[in-house]
């Protein structure tokens, strides 16, 4: 391989929420010396955590190092809404859905991976409010959304999975405000407090995993040597788990598009704006329209508080960097749609607002699989980043492992490569119109 500079390192506005309102974590160190290792694995995120995990299950005795740019849990992996989906979830279609045998296909792998997120949640001893196998509502303000569940209801049919429909009169009492006319529940979804369960997972795999804090890498020399700011890694296997961050190493040019989402969190609610909200302590709402307003409500966890998120707006910056005035412009969106659904809490302020990064691809198919001789992608999670990138991590640690040799890898990489892009301004200007359209067409679904 020749040697690959890694061009840039991408900014994420705004805080991670999710980590912030934890405890203080204990800091792993930087790399500071020049060593060696069996395998490296790039990002500490949910791709790179499962990775790891997996590589520890089959390579006993060798030596696994993590490494993580910045602090763990505050990058994407501390940013997302914490829906650990089983179901289609198709971000680019109307409705979520896609054809009936890929979707069987990704509900079977979703799955495995959901499964083993579990089995870390158990093994590690992760509290319910971290890994909560709760499910989660599909939900709807108005009739054009309650036609978007319809829709969604026959395909689940089809499909032969379970739901509950909820009337307004339960989604009132389930999530105390009066704006959801119609609610899907489906039972598969797993609940996670996003930052915690990376906390928690690297806790429990430091015992295995040699983990780096704060080192980033910055190139890589012939013979996978890995550079960083302070030290180097010779390492015999490299796993890249670093998302839409992989196209800074110089792979898949034009083939990725990096979208930011954006959300604001509430400060602490008091005992008496709890009482007012009522409905129950924990849940989370996914809209029937996907350019709609994703809700979250959570209860205490270690002094955390009773918080709401709300999560909508999205825009593509291709440069890995969001702007100060994306996120001013999501606010303004973000308290609007919070008033809507509860006005019983007017005056609560947000404290936290934040952007976090997705990657996809033109047909929605991951970056993945062996990019030189002995490195490995595990990226582009099309926007499902707590699921398809827990998939993604084990997967690639299977197939530098083992090579293709078990049937749900083989399953995994029934895909095409990630379709070549647009050429700029085209892709950003249409990209960006067609979403602000989606939004506007959303209407108070937002």
């Known amino acids: 391989m020749t040697k690959i500079t890694v061009k840039r390192l991408p900014k994420d506005p705004g805080p991670a929420a999710w980590n912030r309102i934890l405890p203080p974590a204990p800091e792993y160190s930087p790399l500071t010396e020049d060593i060696k290792a069996d395998w490296v694995v790039v990002g500490g995120g949910f791709a790179g955590i499962a990775a790891a995990r997996r590589l520890a299950q089959l390579v006993e005795g060798e030596s696994i190092v993590l490494l993580e740019a910045g602090r763990l849990a505050d990058g994407p992996a501390g940013r997302n809404s914490g829906f650990m989906i089983d179901l289609p979830h198709e971000l680019n279609s109307e409705t979520y859905a896609g054809a009936i045998d890929k979707d069987l296909q990704q509900i079977r792998l979703n799955r495995t991976a959901i499964d083993f997120a579990r089995d870390m949640a158990s093994e590690y001893g992760m509290d319910a409010k971290v890994f909560d196998s709760c499910g989660k509502v599909t939900a709807a303000g108005t009739n054009k959304g309650i036609a978007h569940i319809a829709s969604y209801k026959k395909h689940l049919d089809a499909l032969g999975e379970p739901y509950t429909l909820k009337s307004e009169e339960e989604m009132q009492a389930w999530t105390g405000s009066d704006f959801y006319r119609f609610g899907l529940f489906t039972p598969g979804v797993v609940m996670i407090q996003p930052a915690a369960f990376i906390r928690e997972a690297a806790r ?39 998302n839409g961050h992989v196209q800074s190493f110089g792979y898949f040019p034009r083939r990725l598009l990096h979208v930011f989402t954006y959300a604001s969190m509430t400060r602490r609610l008091t005992e008496s704006e709890v009482k007012r909200l009522g409905g129950v302590p924990d849940w989370g709402v996914l809209p029937a329209d996907p350019l709609g307003t994703t809700v979250r409500r959570c209860s205490d966890y270690s002094g955390s508080g009773d918080r709401i998120v709300i999560r909508n707006h999205a825009t593509l910056n291709q440069s890995l960097e969001a702007s100060d005035r994306n996120l001013k412009n999501a606010a303004v969106l973000q308290d609007r749609s919070f008033e809507n659904r509860f006005p019983m809490l007017k005056g609560v302020e947000m404290e936290y607002r934040w952007g976090g990064r997705l990657c996809l691809s033109w047909n929605s198919v991951p970056a993945f699989g062996e990019l030189d001789h002995r490195i490995w992608s595990a990226c582009c999670q099309n926007g499902l980043g707590t699921v398809k990138g827990t998939l993604s991590g084990m997967m690639a640690a299977e197939l530098a492992v083992l090579g293709e040799s078990s049937e749900m890898l083989k399953e995994f990489m029934d895909h095409q490569k990630p379709r070549m892009l647009p050429p700029e301004p085209f892709l950003s200007m249409g990209a960006n119109l067609t979403m602000r359209l989606k939004e506007w067409q959303a209407g108070k679904e937002l």
């Open 204 to 242: 429990g795999l430091s015992s295995q995993v040699k983990i780096y804090e704060n080192t980033p890498v910055t190139s890589i020399e012939e013979e996978r040597v890995l550079v960083t700011p302070k030290g180097r890694i010779r390492a015999g296997g490299i796993i890249l788990a670093v």
